[in-house]
């Protein structure tokens, strides 16, 4: 695999190169051709964390993930191992979808135990949902200790879903 590694207020020693490289041929076996196949790779810092972005653009989808810890180490062991749960999650899924392509992308070599289209809701909740601004739904958010709330939003007269960001911040999503 390619990889593109760059380093974002944050220098990139050959160590962590090395290590980032050597973590990152555990995905090398989920690609037939693995020699073509690139990947993005971002280490930054945002105070006593250290950050890590892996990006690897595939012919029909992407897959992305990100993991912060205080040792940079530690976050490429974290964003490799969320990487492989991602491909084995969706491998039933994206093998379905592209089978009549002429690229498949992963060779799968691994059993899975699941049966195809077994996707379940095992859980509903219907809920009463007076009108309310953005403020009073992060206050709700905040108060059942969830990371999103949906709400009916007063201001943008329409259906919103406010979230927490993994910065800290809030997120607004509205559905006209």
Do not use: W
Request: with cysteine.
């Amino acid at each position: 695999m390619k990889l593109n590694i760059r380093g974002e207020k944050v220098e990139i020693t050959p160590a962590i190169k090395e290590y980032i490289e050597t973590k990152m041929e555990r995905l090398n076996r989920y690609f037939e051709d693995s020699e073509s196949q690139e990947a993005f790779i971002k280490v930054r810092i945002r105070g006593a964390e250290q950050i890590i972005e892996v990006t690897v653009p595939t012919h029909k989808f992407t897959l992305r993930a990100e993991e912060s810890h205080k040792d940079l180490y530690a976050a490429t062991d974290l964003v490799i191992d969320k990487l492989e749960r991602q491909i084995r999650k969706n491998k039933t899924r994206l093998n379905n979808r592209y089978k009549n392509a002429e690229v498949v992308d992963f060779d799968f070599n691994f059993e899975v135990k699941e049966k195809e289209n077994e996707e379940k809701i095992v859980k509903r909740k219907t809920i009463e949902s007076k009108p309310m601004d953005e403020e009073e739904a992060i206050l709700q958010m905040e108060l059942i200790n969830h990371d999103f709330f949906a709400f009916k939003n007063v201001k943008e007269e329409c259906i919103s879903v406010v979230y927490k960001r993994k910065d800290g911040h809030y997120g607004l999503i509205n559905m006209k």
